[in-house]
C-alpha cells in the first residue's frame, strides 16, 4: 500500500504541509481557525503552511464576503502534473549533459 505521507514528502512537501493539505482535501474549503482545530497547528503555522501550498501550486484562497479568508485544496493531480513537465525538462537537459561526462576509465 502506497504512504500517502511519504509520497507527498517525497514530492516536495513539508510534514505541517501534508498535514494542511490533506485537512483541506478531507474537509474542502475552509478557514484558518477551522483548520488550527482539524490539525492542531497553530494559526500562524497553518496560514504559513497555506501560503507555501499556494506558491507550490497546491492550494488557492478568496476573501469570503463576511471578510475571512476561505483556503482550499487543489486537485492531487497537479503533483502529478508537476512530476511530468520535471521528467520531460531533464530528458531534454539529458541531450546537452550526456556529451559534458568525460569517459570512465
Known sequence: M??????LEENGLSRNEIKVYLACLRSGPMTVPELRKKT???ESTARDNFRFLIKKGLASRKVRKDGQIEYWALAPQILADGMKRRLARLQAAMVKLKPMRKASR
Open 40 to 42: 492542531g497547528l497553530p
Open 2 to 7: 502506497v504512504e500517502v505521507n511519504k509520497v
